[in-house]
């Protein structure tokens, strides 16, 4: 069995491939919801800032940083192109008719910070306080249900035994074309 240390360096990488792979479902207008095999409709959009990182062989690392509502990604694409990964995604996710998250995830730990979840009706009664925590905790629970799935179908990919004729190939002709 491995220990903890050793397991995560030897799978880190799977998280930015992760990562990099979500991107790839958006740019190419994936139904995320059928890939989910879930009933309500899931759409993910890039947020306002991506990091990628290309490890350079020499112990060194180039970091391509891109930040703002308006920014354009291709200077993600050319590091794509030179071999670099996403290492964090801002994303933006919008299940069914209201619901909207924002938050961002690392790829190396799989942290979500800056999650904001859909408004909640706030109270001073504290009969009420209750319901509220729990309503705020369902939607915390939808959101990681849905990262989780996504890995989950990222991994049974990953593992296929067509991944580099056919998942591979799609997501370098994306990185390519």
């Known amino acids: ?43 993910l959009e890039i947020g306002n ?22 920014a354009g990604l291709e200077e993600g694409t050319t590091a794509l192109k030179k071999g670099a990964l996403v290492t964090q995604l801002n994303l933006l996710c919008k299940m069914g008719e209201e619901e909207e998250y924002k938050f961002t995830i690392r790829g190396e730990s799989f942290n979500i910070t800056g ?30 249900g849905v990262i989780d799935t996504l890995f989950l179908k990222y991994i049974e990919q990953r593992i296929s035994d067509d991944w580099k004729t056919k998942g591979l190939q799609q997501i370098n002709n994306w990185i390519n074309g």
């Open 1 to 43: 069995m491995l220990d903890i240390a050793t397991a995560y360096n030897k799978y880190t990488f799977l998280g930015n491939e992760f990562l990099t792979w979500i991107w790839f479902l958006i740019e190419k207008d994936q139904d995320i919801a059928a890939i989910m095999a879930y009933k309500e409709p899931i759409s």
């Open 49 to 70: 800032s991506i990091v990628l990182e290309n490890n350079l062989g020499d112990k060194s690392k180039e970091k391509i940083t891109i930040k703002g509502d308006k």
């Open 115 to 144: 999650l904001k979840t859909p408004s909640t009706q706030t109270t001073k009664s504290e009969d009420e306080l209750e319901g509220m925590v729990l309503e705020k905790a369902y939607l915390l629970l939808k959101v990681t």
